[in-house]
């Protein structure tokens, strides 16, 4: 009979915790977000979570957009697929946001494309992947740059140092294996061998034997595309292996606490991204100037740690939102969706947006430069 | 005797009970979306007590239930995402299709897809969980202790690895775009808003056939051979009990209800990820299992249903995997028999007297 | 294969070997005088690493590798004396449940305190480009480093239990706990000294290997799994023997790469896991007669 009695006071519980809950209506634009800010992809989703905050509350201080305030529900998926699918479905139907940001991985996104579309709410997603953008799904947009565009300057640049033979190598998560497939895509266009590609484990501290691997073959540059701790591992392991071959790395490595880390070996690194790594760098006359220079000035200065491109990614999102919604001047998700397709010229973090119906990302190769390090600092690469 | 016996079944009739008043409950406060994550967690739930018989009945820890739910997930997960629609006039395709056993259905974006009717892959699902746990379980359930628990959570970690690994698994993407699971005409398990009551009842139906299932092998012969088990395995060994094949039964029985919570679940969800088959999540179910008293079902029942709830609904935020540790740790120290038990009730029942009858009586 | 390669190979396994090793030893060290196996053990390798770096912030590298050693040896203590002490009676289920528990929380508050970001030591000497060449393979100044730290460890280890009166009382509390107890042994000394020392070796490796392979706060339970195989390879109880089963598995890693996609590394090593823990439990070097008279 013991077991009776607990089995009804935990319903009890239960029963009482679903009793209360439902909110009233009001004013405000209620905005989802889902970001990994703990676990294993917590590097994208901390910064965009901070940012997204930041940008929120400066948007509120400044009067809201059109007179409402935006409401930003932040949920924490660490990087769980199951996870983003459940949040997904209590900002759709419970909080019933006008739009979703994030999620911060490749994964997740493709986990919630379908339920977004099914149920007509605008997703911005955080995530890299081409596969979020293509096929195009009327309600899905991005904002990172592609990674073909990723791909297409790091074999341009290569070609112009007349490089031939590469040896690829990848960390085994999402944002990994995609930029591994777009360099296979499209180094053939570019008259590129890639004589070795390697995978590696994500969380992998030494990998001195797999570029011991691509030594062997004389590669004549090296392409490292993954996220930390790798991207600082590898050009350390390359000194110590005495291989003096250029290291190209993904966007990925576009934080200066990256370059950090790997110290001394960082220098001459190559890499694309985003104009908002070197904003103080960029001329007066670029359209991204202004924006770049006050979101890193503010970042830099209310969190004490350096910006970073993924940061932008988030930043992007949620402007674009606001402009969706000034646009349209309706909070309905899909006059917001309208108004998301229908943005051209918007200079924000990560490049000029001109989206269209069949382009849900907006950016173009200019929204990409190759950066390198030079004494402990992103410069352009010429 | 009988009466013993409908005692038995009296916790599944409040289950059921409690089931119906919950769906009234969110019915009437127009709540009907927390359906959702309690969906979600009849599935965790499943694997949760198919953990409980492994570990409280048979005395077996086990630190891999997520590879077993993983393989269930992952395997419907390929053969139902498969597309034959280009493929039909192939010997395999049109055999299939002669049986019956190919569906065709529309996707978001207005193309069609031929697959394979996941009742297949369940069967599949079901087969390889088993094969497997009997191709790890009989070496690896002679171990004890540290070396039992080392070697779980090693088959765990080769499954995640796998997974993250190869291609056909979606790497680290995992699987997306997993079609619906039409059980009958007019139901099927899928994420559909519309049809999301029904699933709810379809979930807790399972769990609930699930338990009496259970009730009956605890109650059974081999039932009893297993408490024997947990008592003392050499004690058990010499009245006959074949003990090593007992164990290996029981975690055979772990992981087919592992494997059919990761099939559902992925049906339900539409895709599945690597997290599904991380040590984390493991260790997650170690601990509900533990919170809920090690060898009771309901307890870990409970308590399963509970604390997935809450997490699948973020109500932990950012410290998710912090409040499972915290629950290991605390349950360890202070209440090593589980919470669900009945001197906690006892304990409340007193504190009640003492404290507040005592008080009233000023 | 070039014999420059092989070479190459080599001192890859061996630098990480190096770190399996360390945590190996810090299994050992606690297994012998409670038969505990402490899933924290990779923890503290973070914790040294994490405290050194903060230390390093203010002063010079020496004594930021001195404080994160004795802090991280602190906290052992501590999570002795709060957490295990009193669960001591308890089932080794009870312990296995409790230290991963105490794992993930060790990992969490890290996030809490040092937030997402890896962090890296300077080099202890030369920089992140210098390098050394030994018989034609190129190698980093801070793995000889690495190896050095490893065998003065190892040596000090052995004349620790054998020779000095502490030592010998730890290994008595391991054999036979009760007769150390009737000698005059204070077990519970032991064994809290057991927990700080295991936990001061896994921060001294954290601390000698951050400049390669960097410190981040989710870095312990991969760690501690390795840490875990070394430690059964090597046959568990016997720190000495975990250090060549450490550079064992590190070797067979590394070759493992030159042949297969690393990807699967992680799936080899577990491999050799289940095949020894079934096989022979005892471990590759221990005795088979020994291993049956343990309760694990």
């Known amino acids: 009979m013991k077991k009776t009695t607990a089995i009804l006071l935990t319903l009890a519980a239960i029963a009482s915790s679903l009793l209360t809950g439902c909110g009233g209506e009001d004013e405000t634009i209620k905005v989802g977000a889902l970001f990994a800010v703990t676990g294993g992809a917590s590097f994208l989703g901390a910064p965009e979570a901070r940012t997204a905050d930041m940008l929120v509350e400066e948007i509120n201080a400044d009067g809201g957009v059109d007179g409402k305030m935006i409401e930003l529900i932040i949920k924490d998926t660490a990087a769980n697929p199951e996870k983003a699918i459940s949040f997904a479905k209590q900002l759709i139907e419970e909080d019933k946001v006008v739009a979703i940001i994030g999620p911060s991985t490749s994964g997740e996104t493709m986990q919630i494309k379908e339920l977004c579309e099914s149920y007509k709410t605008p997703l911005i997603s955080c995530a890299a992947a081409e596969a979020i953008v293509d096929p195009v799904a009327k309600y899905v947009f991005k904002t990172p740059q592609k990674d073909s565009y990723v791909a297409n300057w790091v074999f341009t640049t290569m070609k112009e140092m007349g490089i031939k033979n590469i040896g690829i190598v990848g960390a085994n998560t999402g944002f990994g294996n995609a930029g591994l497939g777009q360099l296979e895509k499209y180094a053939p266009d570019y008259g590129i061998n890639i004589i070795a590609k390697e995978t590696y484990d994500k969380a992998a501290t030494d990998l001195t034997a797999v570029l011991t691997k691509l030594k062997a073959k004389d590669v004549e540059a090296v392409v490292n595309w993954s996220i930390v701790p790798a991207q600082s591992i590898v050009p350390k392991n390359m000194k110590q292996l005495g291989m003096d071959v250029p290291l190209f790395q993904s966007h990925g490595f576009g934080n200066i606490k990256y370059a950090e880390a790997a110290g001394a070996a960082a220098e001459g690194i190559i890499f694309p991204a985003g104009q908002l790594l070197v904003a103080e760098k960029l001329p007066a006359s670029h359209p991204q100037k202004e924006i770049t220079t006050a979101y890193k000035t503010q970042y830099e200065s209310k969190f004490n740690e350096p910006v970073s491109g993924f940061g932008g990614y988030a930043y992007d999102s949620i402007m674009l939102i606001v402009k969706a919604i000034e646009k349209t001047g309706s909070i309905e998700r899909n006059d917001i969706r309208d108004g998301l397709e229908s943005i051209s010229g918007y200079a924000g973090a990560s490049g000029v947006f001109n989206m269209s119906a069949s382009d849900h990302n907006g950016l173009d190769m200019s929204s990409i430069e190759m950066l390198t390090v030079e004494n402990g600092e992103f410069t352009l690469y010429k | ?362 | ?296």
């Open chain 2, 1 to 362: 005797m009988l009466k013993n016996r409908m005692k038995q079944y009296t916790p599944v009739a409040i289950l059921a009970a409690a089931i119906l008043l919950i769906q009234l409950i969110t019915l009437i406060s127009g709540t009907g979306y927390l359906l959702t994550q309690l969906t979600m967690s009849a599935w965790y739930v499943l694997a949760a007590v198919g953990l409980c018989m492994v570990m409280g009945y048979a005395g077996q820890i086990s630190m891999g239930q997520a590879g077993f739910f993983a393989i269930g997930g992952y395997t419907t997960a390929v053969l139902s995402t498969i597309d034959f629609t280009d493929r039909l006039s192939g010997g395999l395709p049109r055999l299939l299709d002669s049986m019956h056993m190919l569906i065709t259905r529309e996707t978001i974006y207005g193309d069609t897809m031929t697959y394979l009717t996941p009742w297949a892959s369940l069967i599949a699902a079901i087969l390889i969980a088993a094969a497997a746990a009997l191709i790890v379980g009989i070496p690896v359930l002679k171990l004890k202790g540290h070396y039992l628990a080392m070697a779980t959570m090693g088959f765990g970690i080769i499954i995640n690895r796998v997974v993250l690994g190869t291609k056909a698994f979606g790497e680290a993407d995992g699987i997306t775009n997993v079609p619906p699971f039409k059980v009958l005409p007019f139901f099927e398990v899928s994420g559909d808003f519309n049809i999301r009551i029904g699933n709810y009842y379809f979930a807790w139906l399972i769990v609930i056939i699930a338990m009496v299932l259970l009730i009956n092998l605890i109650n059974s012969r081999s039932g009893r051979a297993l408490k024997a088990l947990h008592g003392s395995e050499e004690a058990a060994d010499a009245m006959g009990v074949n003990t090593a094949r007992t164990k290996v039964i029981i975690f055979m029985i772990g992981a087919v209800f592992a494997a059919a919570a990761g099939f559902f679940m992925t049906h339900y969800n539409g895709g599945i990820g690597p997290s599904e088959s991380s040590v984390v999540k493991s260790v997650r179910y170690v601990s509900i299992v533990a919170v809920g008293g090690m060898a009771n079902i309901w307890g870990t029942l409970m308590m399963g249903m509970v604390l997935n709830f809450l997490s699948l609904r973020g109500v932990f935020g950012h410290f998710d995997d912090a409040v499972f540790g915290i629950i290991l740790v605390l349950i360890m120290m202070f209440m090593p028999d589980g919470f669900i038990r009945k001197a906690v009730f006892y304990d409340i029942r007193n504190f009640v007297n003492r404290k507040i009858i005592k008080r009233g009586d000023k």
């Open chain 3, 1 to 296: 294969m070039t014999f420059d390669q092989v070479l190459q190979y080599i001192f890859s396994g061996i630098t990480v070997g190096s770190i399996y090793a360390f945590v190996a030893i810090g299994y050992n060290i606690i297994y012998n005088t409670t038969g505990i196996i402490n899933f924290a053990q990779g923890e503290f390798v973070m914790l040294g690493g994490m405290i050194a770096y903060t230390f390093s912030g203010f002063m010079a590298l020496l004594p930021s590798v001195i404080i994160a050693v004795l802090l991280t040896a602190a906290v052992g203590g501590v999570i002795e004396n709060v957490f295990i002490r009193r669960m001591r009676r308890t089932s080794v289920l009870g312990m296995i449940v409790i230290t991963v528990g105490l794992s993930i929380l060790i990992r969490e508050f890290s996030l809490y305190i040092w937030d997402e970001q890896i962090r890296a030591l300077p080099f202890f000497t030369g920089s992140e480009i210098s390098s050394v060449e030994i018989i034609g393979a190129r190698i980093s100044p801070q793995v000889l480093w690495v190896l050095a730290v490893t065998a003065v460890l190892t040596v000090a280890l052995y004349i620790f239990l054998k020779f000095t009166l502490t030592g010998q009382a730890m290994r008595a509390c391991s054999e036979n706990p009760k007769a150390a107890l009737l000698c005059g042994i204070r077990t519970d000394r032991m064994i809290s000294l057991s927990f700080m020392v295991s936990a001061g070796i896994g921060a001294l490796g954290g601390c000698v290997v951050s400049p390669l392979t960097q410190t981040h706060y989710a870095m312990g339970s991969d760690l501690a799994v390795k840490g875990f195989t070394v430690a059964i390879l090597g046959g568990l109880g016997n720190p000495l023997s975990a250090v060549a089963a450490g550079l064992l598995l590190g070797l067979i890693e590394s070759f493992s790469i030159s042949v297969l996609p690393m990807a699967y590394k992680d799936v080899i090593s577990i491999l050799i896991l289940l095949i020894i823990l079934v096989a022979k439990p005892s471990g590759l070097f221990g005795s088979r007669a020994a291993a049956a008279l343990k309760d694990y």
